[in-house]
């Protein structure tokens, strides 16, 4: 008999979130499932890592096959920590989600969720990340298992390439009118910044973010329009920064060192 | 006359740090200064953003053409908060850093540095990332001015192609030492984690991060050889996260929808 693959599951909402548990719940029908989530909603944190600070584990649920914890860190420490003392090594695959509001276009800089994917493949790990375009905490997840099934299956058979992970987002619509999957390139875009000054009770000022997304292209081939145009969005996402298009560039730069 | 300048300034070590005020001392002979930079140490930070709690700025500096601003949030806080109180527009360039210790290879994922240099051009700005290989706070900076005062004039002048940043690192030795610039592509290379588990006086476990940085490759074409062999590497560096070489590979998961 074929031996159940080990999926750990994290996400960027925080371990109470509903869209986790929807991740979970598809995950225990494919194989045998450890999570380690952060305590606290750590959506917005990116890539980021705790180094100064200690970190904690709390136990939350252990049944055969199953494992949950807290833990009191970003999404990249999950995964960090969590291979070191969850997993014991690697598992064959990471999934991460389900992200309560899109990681499409530029948000992927932005997102725990994407952090904790990208992680797990610096690591060699087979790793995908989840997102609902609902920012909700009550948002209907019921069209996205048959998709989550679908995408995972295939990551758990063919695999991945080396070094690359992948951005599924998923429209928030009733799965009927969901047309397919696109595979698609990120979209350019930014958020335009506009915070609130305030003023507190004790007359000093400060600031609360607020932002509006804005698309700058539409283009078919990108993970926006496929989204509009009802499609779930599959980005393959590698963590090379560098923009080798213009490597040539700037090679004159050398001479005038 | 030509206009100077306007030069925007951050870092991910907190405004305290010698690294920025190094780089605040060449950016002044280059143009008008303005500095928001974190109150607090915020390496490792990644790409965070502060949306769940407030945000505050402090007044620290002001003379003729240069103002200081201490912010309580992460250099993308900074970078954002900065432009729209402190700057009110955008700058003519951005510079983040110098950063105590190495942004190669594969920390630029982690880097708060780089994540200010990358939050700029997502808005458009030209912008540089300054790190030293040294992560001590009373690291020698004096070789630095040269090699980044003739980057930044470079920039200055040619301007960036658009959506490109640049992650400048610094070899730790003596100025004539260093043989000179190379462009370079980002070093695979990962962190293996290695936590220390302690017990705390109530008798509870807990996990602080120490790791060991595994160069994958050392390739003549990457930044980390470049390091290592005494030159300053200079990668230019995208926020288009999407592998498009890959993009074919799975196209026809499309089909299968």
């Known amino acids: 008999m074929k031996k159940r693959p080990l999926i750990f599951v994290t996400n960027d909402d925080g371990v109470e979130a509903p869209g986790i548990e929807a991740l979970i719940k598809v995950m225990r029908e494919l194989g045998d499932v450890k999570v380690v989530a952060p305590l606290h909603p750590m959506s917005g944190t990116g890539h980021a890592v705790t180094a100064r600070e200690p970190l904690r584990l709390k136990l939350l649920e252990k049944i055969d096959g199953f494992e949950k914890y807290a833990c009191t860190g970003t999404p990249v420490d999950c995964v960090k920590l969590g291979e070191q003392f969850v997993i014991k090594g690697k598992p064959d695959l990471m999934v991460s989600g389900i992200n309560h509001g899109s990681n499409s276009a530029v948000n992927i800089v932005y997102s725990g969720t994407m952090a904790a994917a990208l992680e797990s493949a610096i690591g060699g790990v087979p790793s995908i990340g989840f997102s609902l375009l609902d920012y909700s905490h009550d948002a209907d997840f019921s069209h996205c298992d048959a998709f989550i099934k679908k995408i995972t299956e295939k990551v758990l058979s063919d695999g991945l390439p080396k070094d690359i992970c992948l951005n599924v987002n998923i429209p928030a619509i009733n799965g009927s009118e969901i047309k397919g999957i696109k ?13 609130e000054l305030r003023v507190d009770p004790a007359q000093k000022e400060y600031f609360w973010l607020r932002g509006t997304f ?3 292209e539409d283009h078919p081939e990108t993970d926006e329009w496929a989204l509009r145009n009802n499609y779930v969005s599959v980005v393959p996402v590698h963590f090379d920064l560098t923009a080798h298009h213009f490597l040539e560039h700037f090679k004159h730069w050398e001479n005038h060192a």
Do not use: P
Request: contains cysteine.
């Open 183 to 195: 595979v698609c390139r990120q979209a350019r875009s930014r958020w335009v910044e506009d915070y």
């Open 214 to 216: 804005e698309l700058l």
